[in-house]
């Protein structure tokens, strides 16, 4: 089964950057793919989608202009980024990468529009 590994997670102080990685087969070469993040006792939340192309991203409206999504396409790899500026300590949370079915190459923003995930990252802004 196709697999998404994250790394780059940590702690940080608030206004602090971080960059999160998300790996995943070149099979995913043609999915949309995004970033979601789950706090204890909250719903899983969009972050960031970006489509199979990078032409097409989407924001939460918390991270709007603090946080940048892109990828690389590789022949065997994808790689997804998520750059994330001016942490607060509400971006607190574990990150998880998300890639939709290969036929789905468009952003999207709810989970259930996502196949395969990843077994995410905590992120930790101390105030």
């Known amino acids: 089964q196709a697999q998404l590994e994250e790394s780059g997670g940590g702690l940080v102080q608030a206004g602090d950057s971080l960059s999160l990685s998300c790996v995943g087969p070149g099979t995913f070469g043609t999915s949309g793919m995004g970033w979601f993040r789950q706090a204890p006792g909250k719903e899983r939340e969009f972050v960031a989608g970006?489509?199979?192309?990078?032409?097409?991203?989407?924001?939460a409206d918390s991270v709007n202009g603090r946080f940048t999504i892109s990828r690389h396409n590789a022949l065997n790899t994808v790689t997804v980024y998520l750059q994330m500026n001016s942490l607060k300590p509400e971006d607190t949370s574990v990150y998880y990468c998300?890639?939709?079915?290969?036929?789905?190459?468009?952003?999207?923003?709810?989970?259930?529009?996502?196949?395969?995930w990843g077994q995410g990252t905590q992120v930790t802004v101390s105030s």
């Open positions: 970006i489509s199979w192309s990078g032409s097409s991203t989407d924001y």
């Open positions: 998300a890639a939709r079915d290969p036929m789905r190459p468009t952003v999207a923003t709810r989970p259930s529009e996502y196949d395969t």
